[in-house]
């Protein structure tokens, strides 16, 4: 079992940056591709971006390609997504993700955390 715990959500205007982090526990971190998801009022839940467990790789929605970063730290078991250039549309909660890679990129986890709200206000 893996627990992720999610903060740095937030209130932010349109053009701002926000920085959320996704704190690990119970498995080994590093074993796992770690990722980040958003769901916004009433449509399905989306990918955005994950890395590999080595950090080696990582991959990006188009719609956050360019002002999303994706980042981790396995000796502090967390994963970071660096937020610029913050639109409307970007507004939703923000789950973070561990599994295998492959299941990351196609839209799927088996371990999520609870979620972390951003609002991006115009």
């Known amino acids: 079992q893996v627990q992720l715990v999610e903060s740095g959500g937030g209130l932010v205007q349109a053009g701002g940056s926000l920085r959320l982090s996704c704190a690990a526990s119970?498995?080994?971190?590093?074993?796992?591709?770690m990722g980040w998801f958003r769901q916004a009022p009433g449509k399905d839940r989306e990918f955005v971006s994950a890395i590999r467990w080595s950090g080696s790789s990582t991959y990006y929605a188009d719609s956050v390609k360019g002002r999303f970063t994706i980042s981790r730290d396995n000796a502090k078991n967390t994963v970071y997504l660096q937020m610029n250039s913050l639109k409307p549309e970007d507004t939703a909660v923000y789950y973070c993700?561990?599994?295998?890679?492959?299941?990351?990129?196609?839209?799927?986890?088996?371990?999520w955390g609870q979620g972390t709200q951003v609002t991006v206000s115009s």
């Open positions: 993700a561990a599994d295998r890679w492959a299941n990351l990129v196609q839209g799927g986890s088996d371990y």
């Open positions: 119970g498995r080994t971190f590093s074993s796992y591709a």
